[in-house]
């Protein structure tokens, strides 16, 4: 069961991270990220709902589920909605990789708020995360980030972990099956990019036919396989880990910036992936590292806290 976890909780991650690899070009021909927001939620719903007559499941909801629903949805679309904006004021690879703070809230949010106890190897996987953000976030040469751009990505890895965190301790929620809850969830979510558009945000259309095709491999990849991955690996390892795999969005991102939009790769941003795939990686392995701490500390008593006397 674990191991399904954690590898869907890799292909949720992955996936996630060509964002940037078919939004940014919508961008170039003249769209917002209200317009591309919403014909991604949009064009993802006949594919669910295809999905979901195929397997002759019902889209009815139980009374008690409609607002936990409703309350995951808008989660949804504010996330997506902050990265996406982002973009416009900084490289979308970083974008990419400032959106990684959300692990460490999510971490902080369950131990907090529901006593979920703090692995130590969580923390080590987090030190060397932050490790290698650190090393993808400057560049060789420097750079300065945009104020508005920090704030955008730092909304949109609140509202991620909140509905991370959600999904996770909600009885409701747990009762739905994927593709139903993703079914309910993008289109309440669609309701945020309607909003934003009658209040005065302008619909967009792509300037040329081969954007709707980027549209398309929005709706399919970064939100169908990655979201529905996301929500079964919770189900299966839980918030944390699955938050921490998250690292592996910028290392797509990164890859798909040089392959896709022209975008250079240095070797500190090299290094900074390798760090975040050792940080990943570490999860699969975190029940034998926190034995073998743990024999440690049976075996050097000075490591223990002394208690007052």
């Known amino acids: 069961m674990k191991l399904k976890g954690y590898l869907l909780a890799a292909v949720a991650a992955a996936t996630y991270g060509t964002n940037p690899a078919f939004a940014v070009p919508l961008y170039e021909m003249g769209m917002n990220p209200t317009s591309v927001l919403l014909f991604r939620y949009l064009f993802s719903l006949p594919i669910l709902l295809i999905m979901l007559l195929w397997r002759k499941r019902s889209l009815r909801l139980e009374r008690r589920q409609l607002m936990p629903v409703a309350v995951l949805g808008i989660l949804m679309g504010l996330s997506s909605l902050g990265l996406f904006e982002s973009y416009k004021y900084m490289n979308s690879g970083v974008a ?33 995360m932050a490790g290698g953000l650190l090393l993808l976030l400057r560049t060789e040469g420097g750079f300065t980030l945009s104020a508005m751009g920090c704030l955008m990505v730092f909304l949109s890895s609140l509202t991620y972990a909140l509905y991370l965190v959600m999904t996770n301790v909600s009885r409701a929620v747990r009762d739905i099956p994927t593709l139903k809850l993703l079914f309910w969830q993008l289109l309440i979510g669609s309701s945020v990019f309607v909003f934003m558009i009658a209040a005065g945000e302008p619909l967009a259309l792509p300037a040329q036919p081969v954007g709707w095709l980027n549209v398309l491999a929005l709706a399919l990849l970064p939100t169908v396989v990655s979201l529905g991955c996301t929500t079964v690996a919770i189900h299966c390892i839980g918030p944390t880990p699955t938050a921490i795999f998250g690292a592996l969005e910028p290392v797509t991102a990164v890859v798909l910036s040089v392959a896709v939009l022209d975008q250079a790769l240095s070797v500190r941003e090299i290094a900074g992936g390798l760090l975040i795939v050792l940080a990943t990686s570490m999860v699969v392995v975190a029940d034998p590292i926190d034995q073998v701490l743990l024999r440690m500390r049976r075996m050097f008593p000075s490591l223990r806290r002394k208690r007052p006397v």
């Open 96 to 128: 990419s990789t400032l959106l990684f703070i959300y692990p460490v809230l999510v971490a902080v949010l369950m131990a907090f708020f529901f006593h979920e106890r703090f692995r130590i190897t969580t923390g080590i996987c987090l030190v060397v």
